[in-house]
């Protein structure tokens, strides 16, 4: 066994009772909770702020890329990372596409109850009413 050396801390008393229910939860000492607690947030440091990803939570998501894209990449992450004064990791940019394209993509909450979903390649349903519309310039291209 590795030499032990005692941690005591005052914590708030709602932060205590949450740290007794969730070990009580894993079936650990309190020792082992906390012990497990600062090395997952010591290894979480250590990854660039990043979350292990090894918690049951998060999938995988993996692909190939060319090296010219690799190498623009990591030039781009070299730049944001002088820039920020912090390392920009893959994951961090990748994930920031993700969700800025899904966010995009993903039609607003609030403009969804006012429209109709439209499939891809379906045109929108023309609102009732005589509402100003845009004079029409003839048949429109398709691409």
């Not at 090296?67 to 070299?78: P, V």
């Amino acid at each position: 066994m590795a030499a032990v050396k005692n941690l005591c801390a005052q914590v708030p008393i709602d932060l205590h009772q949450r740290v007794c229910e969730e070990k009580d939860q894993a079936g650990q000492t309190t020792s082992q909770y906390i012990t497990a607690l600062i090395t997952e947030y010591f290894k979480m440091k250590e990854n660039g702020g990043n979350a292990i990803m090894t918690n049951g939570k998060n999938r995988t998501l993996a692909f190939q890329i060319n090296e010219e894209l690799f190498q623009r990449i990591k030039t781009h992450l070299e730049r944001e990372s002088a820039r920020l004064g912090r390392n920009y990791t893959q994951r961090e940019f990748v994930i920031g596409l993700i969700e800025q394209a899904l966010a995009e993509a993903e039609p607003d909450t609030q403009d969804s109850a006012d429209t109709a979903p439209v499939s891809p390649g379906e045109a929108p349903e023309e609102p009732d009413g005589d509402e100003d519309q845009p004079e029409d310039k003839g048949p429109a291209l398709s691409a």
